[in-house]
């Protein structure tokens, strides 16, 4: 199972032993979840995910 957080700060309901991998926003939350007892190794910062043509007018 794969968590994507999006949020900016985490909150310790994310942290679940069945998840097997964290996609997180930024270093911040890897470091939050770090915290909460994941290993580091199940977290991968990968940024807010967004349309590709967001920024398009």
Not at 19 to 29: F, K, L, P, R, T
Not at 31 to 43: C, D, H, M, P, T
Request: hydrophobic share 45%.
């Amino acid at each position: 199972m794969c968590t994507v957080i999006t949020d900016f700060h985490v909150h310790q309901v994310w942290a679940q032993p069945e998840v097997d991998i964290y996609m997180a926003s930024n270093e911040e939350v890897l470091r939050q979840l770090v915290l909460f007892g994941i290993s580091e190794q199940k977290i991968v910062v990968t940024g807010i995910p967004v349309k590709s043509d967001f920024g398009k007018s």
